[in-house]
């Protein structure tokens, strides 16, 4: 990687806080909002597992600014420990963007936040956070969000006694137009824009006749995953609150939380790994048929510590490293490009084909963990090209690094942490 890539990433990273940052006072609850929206035009909330990458970016460029972003989002955190992928702050009672709000929120309460969840990140945020700001001090004050966030996830998404998360809607996944969920959506051929968009709003309609409760949602089974890229991130979310807890001296508690670290770990390598073929896929309905698409959630699990040796050496040398599938000029493409489902620039349906940033972060931090510094040194010197190059866009086109979708896109400068972590 070169300098002036290194400082044009730092650049766009500093700008975000002329383009996205939205502050305020939000009067249902009475709260001093400040955070980064994903795009000042196309995303103007607050999102979950965006947010949690912000905040990364932030601690290099402005550390009061990542401490706000947290900060806002567990704000808007349910006394039982809930938090929302979308936080409405500020929110007006009109708009289309408030309609599609409500079609995802519980019926008969005011449009705070949405009841779906999202990839759960924010114990990860805390943890690279505090490192990046060399700060032992700044964990503890977020633990009993962190705790009751946790609890939640495990009462209220994780049925069954492998301890894995059930996600209810595609919009769960963070990677929500992923032909992955294109059979639990009952979509047969190919995928159209129109038909996936009217699929996931009579989803929204049947989860919210079930007042978006988990037991009634979870029984009802509409939509019902057990989905690789969710599991392995809730993996390394339990790993990384061991570490936290372990180091503020609460060893019960870190002792819980690798306990459940290593279940989830063990079920997503027994159910989720089809070792014929050597990687992970996501298991639709409660009869836990394996998706077929193979696609970058396939290789998240590299993210979690207590991953076997050989399972992450397989998904390496296997999938990662291969051409014709993901280690294409500008990798890692949400779907592989042997796929027939890959569509580099994703003109119609994101999340089947193009490179994204937060993905590439991800694994990165898992090749990083399991020693394979040298692959991960390459993948963040190309994101880092991209990223230089094409500015901060939603996504890019994996076979020649064009940018494409929303603009002045916030988490694609987590390039920045790759540059200098």
Not at 114 to 128: T, W
Not at 182 to 205: E, F, I
């Amino acid at each position: 990687m070169r300098q002036g890539e290194i400082d044009a990433v730092r650049s766009y990273a500093q700008g975000l806080l002329r383009t996205n940052l939205k502050r305020g006072h939000d009067l249902s609850i009475g709260y001093r909002y400040s955070y980064l929206c994903p795009s000042p035009n196309e995303y103007p909330w607050q999102w979950f597992w965006d947010s949690c990458f912000h905040a990364v970016i932030m601690a290099h460029v402005d550390p009061e600014q990542a401490a706000a972003e947290l900060k806002t989002l567990v704000a808007g955190q349910d006394a039982n420990g809930f938090i929302g992928h979308i936080t409405f702050w500020g929110n007006r009672l009109w708009g289309l963007t408030n309609l599609a709000g409500y079609a995802q929120s519980r019926p008969g309460e005011r449009l705070r936040h949405s009841a779906l969840i999202q990839p759960p990140v924010l114990a990860q945020a805390v943890e690279r956070v505090a490192e990046v700001l060399g700060d032992p001090a700044f964990a503890p004050p977020f633990m009993d969000a962190l705790d009751r966030y946790h609890e939640w996830l495990a009462e209220n998404r994780a049925p069954d006694g492998d301890g894995l998360l059930v996600i209810v809607s595609p919009y769960e996944s963070g990677t929500d137009q992923s032909p992955t969920y294109d059979a639990p959506l009952g979509v047969t051929g190919k995928a159209g824009r129109l038909g996936l968009g009217l699929r996931d709003r009579w989803l929204d309609m049947r989860n919210w006749l079930n007042s978006y409760g988990s037991t009634r949602m979870l029984r009802a089974a509409h939509f019902y995953v057990k989905d690789a890229l969710v599991n392995a991130l809730y993996a390394e979310s339990l790993e990384t609150m061991a570490r936290l807890h372990r180091a503020q001296m609460n060893p019960a508690s870190a002792k819980t939380y690798a306990q459940r670290a290593e279940l989830v770990t063990a079920s997503l390598v027994e159910k989720l790994l089809d070792r014929t073929r050597g990687a992970f896929y996501s298991l639709t309905g409660k009869e836990e048929l394996r998706s077929e698409p193979l696609t970058v959630g396939g290789l998240m699990p590299l993210v979690i510590g207590g991953l076997p040796r050989d399972v992450a050496g397989e998904l390496v040398d296997r999938h990662l490293r291969n051409r014709n599938q993901f280690w294409t000029r500008y990798p890692v493409p949400s779907v592989a490009a042997s796929e027939p489902s890959f569509d580099p620039r994703s003109a119609s349906l994101i999340w089947r084909g193009p490179t994204w940033v937060n993905t590439n972060w991800l694994l990165w931090r898992g090749l990083r963990r399991h020693g394979f510094d040298e692959l991960a040194a390459q993948l963040a010197a190309r994101t880092i090209t991209m990223v230089a190059e094409g500015g901060l866009r939603e996504f890019y086109n994996p076979l020649n690094g064009e940018g494409n979708g929303a603009r002045s896109f916030g988490w694609s400068a987590l390039a920045l942490d790759m540059a200098e972590g």
